[in-house]
């Protein structure tokens, strides 16, 4: 899961949102999404997908053999969706479909450590630090010659939109960020935090301990599906539902990807130098100028900021969304439709 940056820690909430903020829980008065090429999309349908991608697409990306899903026409405006920890590409398998159906070419890439995405090179550092992952998406969009796209994810995915959008904000046409913003950095996160908030990171701080590491990859099944039930307490996920996702986590980079994320934010692990002039540029939290929506489900049971935490950090165009029914952390997965109008409203800003 991922964790707030310090800016905001004297007004943290960690066991709750903020109340009486704009809520979308139901799609109604969809505009349509415009497409590239000056015709105009289809509105959302009321249908979900079948709960399946099709086959994976592969390509060499920067540092990575990136898998990903895609949906939609290859000419549509490009949509990109990005996951975070413990989840998956399959917390858009419902949404992906409602962007594909409303006429947008959608990428959903396995993130490095996950699914069927490798590093090119055994040799390459297993890194997992903000701006690495941001690269990799950039690669990823060079490769498949997506100039400019909405990039729009939770968790992990979150953060690296918001990281895109400070450091590219040239190839992001608008961000949609759950749990609003998460760009941190080491040295930010040296505050200590008071007992409820150390609590809420509990896992954090065993992954800090190679007894932490080692039991993390004994039970990693029993582990991620523990924090599921924490992160989303009222999602009645099944066995199936959860099974199809951990697939994803017996990618060999996996352990070390996910130890290396949560050792480095507390400056317990290195980076990589060639990094450093990103980080210092992301350690500054700069303000977010592409058009923005930040959403939050209203029973996330994972450690998130209030909207009014970060609302300062977002100068373009924007929208707070909370999401009401018990919504949790997985918001893509849990309330889909909530997820994709938010997709369709801020590219239609933009």
Not at 129 to 151: E, F, N, P, R
Not at 163 to 185: D, F, Q
Not at 315 to 325: A, F, H
Request: with cysteine; hydrophobic share 45%.
């Amino acid at each position: 899961m991922e964790q707030p940056d310090q800016f905001n820690l004297p007004r943290r909430q960690l066991f709750g949102v903020a109340a009486g903020v704009f809520a979308a829980a139901q799609l109604v008065g969809i505009g349509a999404a415009r497409a590239q090429s000056g015709a105009t999309a289809q509105s959302l349908p009321s249908a979900l997908g079948s709960g399946a991608f099709g086959a994976l697409k592969y390509v060499n990306a920067g540092l990575l053999n990136i898998a990903y899903a895609e949906a939609g026409p290859s000419d549509g405006p490009a949509v990109i969706l990005l996951h975070g920890w413990p989840y998956d590409i399959y917390s858009f398998v419902d949404a992906a479909p409602l962007l594909a159906s409303a006429g947008y070419h959608v990428v959903i890439p396995y993130l490095r450590g996950y699914g069927t995405t490798s590093f090119l090179s055994s040799a390459t550092m297993r890194n997992a630090q903000q701006s690495a992952v941001g690269l990799d998406i950039i690669a990823l969009m060079d490769a498949l010659k997506i100039q400019k796209a909405t990039v729009a994810g939770f968790d992990w995915g979150a953060r690296t939109a918001d990281v895109m959008a400070v450091l590219w904000p040239e190839r992001c046409k608008a961000i949609v960020s759950v749990s609003g913003y998460l760009i941190s950095s080491p040295a930010g996160n040296q505050t200590p935090l008071p007992p409820a908030g150390a609590a809420a990171f509990w896992y954090q701080y065993y992954f800090a301990t190679e007894v932490g590491k080692a039991g993390y990859a004994k039970y990693l099944d029993e582990f991620n599906k523990f924090i599921w039930r924490q992160a989303s307490p009222k999602w009645n996920f099944d066995d199936a539902t959860y099974n199809r996702t951990a697939a994803s986590f017996s990618n060999p980079d996996h352990v070390d990807i996910v130890m290396h994320d949560y050792r480095w934010r507390l400056g317990l692990a290195d980076g990589e130098r060639k990094y450093d002039d990103l980080e210092k540029r992301l350690a500054a939290l700069p303000v977010i100028t592409v058009p923005a929506i930040t959403m939050e489900g209203d029973s996330n049971g994972a450690a998130h900021p209030p909207s009014t935490a970060y609302r300062n950090k977002f100068s373009g165009k924007y929208d707070y969304r909370l999401i009401t029914g018990g919504v949790g952390h997985n918001l893509p997965q849990e309330a889909p439709k909530a997820f994709a109008q938010a997709v369709v409203d801020v590219d239609n800003w933009a």
